[in-house]
């Protein structure tokens, strides 16, 4: 089994909508991450929480929320889904410590029509 | 804050090496390699950590310069499995907190 999985993988919604991406993970990891990703413009990092209580907002936040609902799981909202949303989501995971490596999960692809 | 990579994209033939270097403006305590195949998740290849350390997996090894602030992918004889973007996360010496992603090497390995 997979150690980071992300619920749907793909989804397609309209213009409105309210969207959550589930991210759960078994890696026993207290970090975990929400990336969007778009052509050319790499990883770009929405929320991070490095524990249940740790939230944090990254470098494009606006128009998402997100909530620790527990140790292994991290949700990704979008309260009204808009089409420059659309994009591939990655969850990640890491450890922290001296190495902090992130590992992924498969991604949702996620179009706003 | 941003690392930068180069370069942005390269085409290779089956055999041939390639590097792919990632620069940062800050000091850095930490370098990070991760490939991406299309639509793929990224996964994680090496970390090199401050002291020079070099680093090797398979034919792709890697090292890390802390008073350039960079660190260069080595790709030797390159398979055609190597394809895919590569992405350099740098950790910098003042903020540990999370890693910071350049925006990524094309590498395209033809036959």
């Given at each position: 089994d997979a150690d980071v999985t992300q619920t749907p993988r793909n989804r397609i919604t309209k213009t409105g909508k309210r969207i959550m991406l589930e991210c759960s993970?078994?890696?026993g990891h207290d970090r975990m991450y929400w990336y969007r990703q778009d052509p050319g413009l790499?990883?770009?990092?929405?929320y991070y929480s490095f524990d249940v209580k740790d939230i944090n907002k990254g470098e494009i936040s606006d128009g998402y929320s997100v909530s620790r609902q527990a140790q292994a799981k991290f949700s990704l909202s979008l309260?009204?889904?808009i089409p420059n949303q659309t994009a591939l989501?990655?969850?990640a995971t890491s450890q922290g410590a001296r190495t902090d490596t992130q590992y992924f999960g498969p991604g949702t692809r996620l179009t706003v029509l | 804050?941003?690392?930068v990579q180069s370069p942005q994209a390269v085409i290779l033939r089956e055999g041939e090496d390639a590097v792919i270097n990632?620069?940062?403006?800050k000091a850095l305590y930490s370098v990070h390699w991760?490939?991406?195949k299309h639509g793929e998740a990224p996964i994680f290849l090496m970390i090199l950590l401050k002291g020079g350390e070099q680093?090797?997996?398979?034919?792709?090894?890697?090292?890390f310069n802390e008073k350039k602030q960079q660190s260069s992918l080595y790709l030797t004889a390159s398979q055609l499995s190597y394809s895919g973007t590569y992405f350099c996360g740098t950790l910098n010496a003042g903020n540990n907190r999370k890693l910071i992603w350049g925006l990524g090497t094309s590498l395209a390995v033809n036959p």
């Open positions: 993970q078994t890696k790499g990883l770009r990092l929405i309260e009204s889904a989501y990655f969850c | 804050q941003q690392p990632c620069s940062s403006s991760y490939r991406q680093k090797g997996h398979d034919k792709i090894s890697a090292s």
